[in-house]
C-alpha cells in the first residue's frame, strides 16, 4: 500500500505546483498589463526623442530646436533633438518610423521630406501616410528667390527679362534635384516660360554659399535661412514663394504678384509612428496645443520666418498631407525628376 500512498502523494504535489505556477503566471500578466496601462497614463516618464531628418542650421532644425524646448516645460521631461540628415530626409524618416509605437520616438519634419520624397524617390523607405501618424502642424515658411548682389535687376519682372534674353543662360542653384527649391525653379520656368538652369548642391547651405560668393547668381532658400543674409544685404531678395507677403518680409513681393498663380509654401510638422496607444497620441496633442499656444515660442518662430498655423486636428493635418502628396507628385512628373 506504501508504494500506492507515494505515488498518490507525489502527484498530488505536483499538481500543487503547476497551480502555483499557473496563479503566478497569472500575476504576472496582470502586473505587465497594469505597468503598461500605468506607463501610458503617466507619459511621459522618460526623455523624448525628436527626429530632426534635416542638417543642424536649417529651418526644420531651428523651429525642431525651438519647439522641444517649450513642450519640455509643457511636458516636464526632456525633449531632445536629433539630428538624422541624408537621402533629402529619408534616413531620419525611416528611423522615426521603425521606432517603437510607444510615443519616445518623434518626427519632426517638412513637407518636401513628407509629401514630395514618395515621388520622387523610387523607394523612399517609408509610406508617409500608413507609417505615420500626424501630431501636430506647426506653421508655413515660404521659400524665397534670392539673387546674388552682382545682379543688376531688382525684380522678378527683371529676371524673367534677363533670362528671355537669354535662354538656358542663366543658372540657379539647389539643395539637390528633387528637393523643394529645386522644384520652386522648374515651377517658375513653366509658368513664365523662361529656361533658367539647374545647378544641384548636396544641402542648402553650399548652394547659398556659391551664389553669396557670386559663383551662381539665383538660389531659392527658405525664409529662416536666408534672413540673416537679406538683413546684411549680402543677398537680394526678389520674391518670397508664399501666395502673398511674409510679414517677415512685408516689403518683398509675393512671386505670385509678378507670375499669377505660384505658390509653393513649406510646412513644417510634429509626427509620430503610426500605432501609438490612442493615451499617448492625446497626451501628446493636449501638450503641442499648450506648446503653441505660448507667446514666447510663437514671438521666437514668427522672427525666423514661420507663418504660424490656425489651431489643425490632426485629421485636418492628415488631409493636407494627403493633398500635398497629389499635388507634388504632378510637379516631379512634369520634371522629369527622380531619384533610385
Do not use: C
Request: proline fraction near 8%; aromatic fraction near 4%; hydrophobic fraction near 45%.
Amino acid at each position: 500500500m506504501q508504494p500506492l500512498h507515494s505515488q498518490h502523494a507525489l502527484g498530488s504535489t505536483a499538481a500543487r505546483r503547476r497551480l502555483l505556477r499557473q496563479a503566478a503566471m497569472a500575476g504576472l500578466g496582470l502586473m505587465v498589463t497594469w505597468g503598461a496601462a500605468h506607463a501610458q497614463s503617466g507619459y511621459p516618464q522618460r526623455p523624448i526623442l525628436m527626429v530632426v531628418p534635416q542638417a543642424a542650421g536649417g529651418t526644420n532644425d531651428i523651429v525642431g530646436r525651438l519647439v522641444s524646448q517649450k513642450l519640455s516645460e509643457v511636458l516636464g521631461s526632456p525633449v531632445a533633438v536629433e539630428n538624422r540628415p541624408g537621402a533629402g530626409g529619408n534616413i531620419g524618416t525611416q528611423f522615426a518610423a521603425k521606432a517603437p509605437k510607444d510615443g519616445y520616438t518623434l518626427l519632426m519634419t517638412i513637407s518636401s521630406s513628407q509629401a514630395i520624397n514618395p515621388a520622387l524617390y523610387k523607394n523612399p523607405g517609408f509610406d508617409p501616410v500608413k507609417d505615420f501618424k500626424p501630431v501636430a502642424l506647426i506653421g508655413a515658411v515660404p521659400n524665397v528667390l534670392l539673387a546674388n548682389p552682382g545682379f543688376t535687376g531688382q525684380s522678378v519682372q527683371d529676371l524673367i527679362a534677363a533670362a528671355k534674353a537669354k535662354p538656358g543662360q542663366l543658372q540657379y542653384a539647389s539643395a539637390g534635384n528633387g528637393t523643394l527649391n529645386h522644384l520652386l525653379g522648374e515651377m517658375l520656368n513653366s509658368m513664365a516660360g523662361i529656361q533658367l538652369q539647374h545647378v544641384p548642391y548636396k544641402g542648402v547651405a553650399p548652394a547659398m554659399n556659391d551664389v553669396l560668393g557670386g559663383q551662381l547668381p539665383f538660389v531659392f532658400a527658405s525664409l529662416p535661412a536666408s534672413l540673416s543674409h537679406i538683413k546684411a544685404g549680402k543677398l537680394k531678395a526678389l520674391a518670397v514663394s508664399s501666395p502673398k507677403r511674409s510679414p517677415a518680409l512685408p516689403d518683398v513681393p509675393a512671386l505670385a504678384e509678378s507670375v499669377p498663380g505660384y505658390a509653393g509654401t513649406l510646412w513644417i510638422g510634429l509626427f509620430s509612428p503610426a500605432g501609438v496607444p490612442a493615451e499617448v497620441s492625446a497626451k501628446l496633442g493636449e501638450a503641442m496645443g499648450k506648446t503653441l499656444a505660448a507667446k514666447d515660442l510663437r514671438d521666437k518662430l514668427e522672427q525666423q520666418g514661420v507663418e504660424l498655423a490656425a489651431p489643425t486636428s490632426p485629421e485636418q493635418f492628415s488631409t493636407l498631407l494627403n493633398e500635398d502628396i497629389a499635388r507634388w507628385a504632378k510637379i516631379v512628373k512634369s520634371s522629369g525628376a527622380a531619384i533610385d
